[in-house]
């Protein structure tokens, strides 16, 4: 039986300055993300996603909602995503946590209004600006 030493470097992780604070806590649920049509999408850590009124999924936030359809600012994906071109993609997503505005993604061309901000707020997210030190 093989035996490792506590001192072994096992990993790095980089810090990315998207989590900012501690409160309101950090929370991971699950999300489904909706294909876009005819080709693979992927999304970066970081990304915000609004929720679909009528089916319940994910799409970018800044996207326009089909006809009769409501988009609502809901969370922030945890980890890069390939959505594939026939299918929608299950993923995990922070549901709640303090984030920093500058490392947030949305849609090419799209700016996060102050009413995208309060829909996030109202869900557990706060956006909040890094002041260095």
């Known amino acids: ?17 998207l989590i900012v604070g501690l409160t309101p806590p950090k929370r991971v649920g699950a999300g489904k993300i909706a294909s876009v049509g005819s080709k693979e999408a992927t999304y970066t850590r970081g990304t915000v ?6 089916d319940g999924k994910l799409y970018i936030l800044g996207s326009t909602a089909a006809s009769g359809d409501t988009l609502t600012a809901d969370c922030i994906l945890t980890d890069e995503v390939t959505v594939p071109a026939t299918g929608d993609a299950t993923t995990t997503v922070y549901l ?6 500058d490392k ?10 102050e009413a995208d901000k309060s829909a996030l707020r109202m869900n557990g997210i706060a956006v909040l600006p890094v002041t260095e030190m």
């Not at 039986?1 to 300055?17: F, I, P, R, W």
């Not at 996603?49 to 009528?54: G, L, N, Q």
């Not at 709640?96 to 505005?101: D, H, I, M, R, T």
């Open 1 to 17: 039986m093989a035996t490792k030493m506590l001192s072994e470097k096992l990993g790095e992780v980089e810090y990315d300055n």
């Open 49 to 54: 996603f609004a929720k679909s009124a009528k």
């Open 96 to 101: 709640a946590g303090c984030f920093n505005p």
């Open 104 to 113: 947030l993604v949305v849609k090419d061309e799209y700016t996060m209004t």
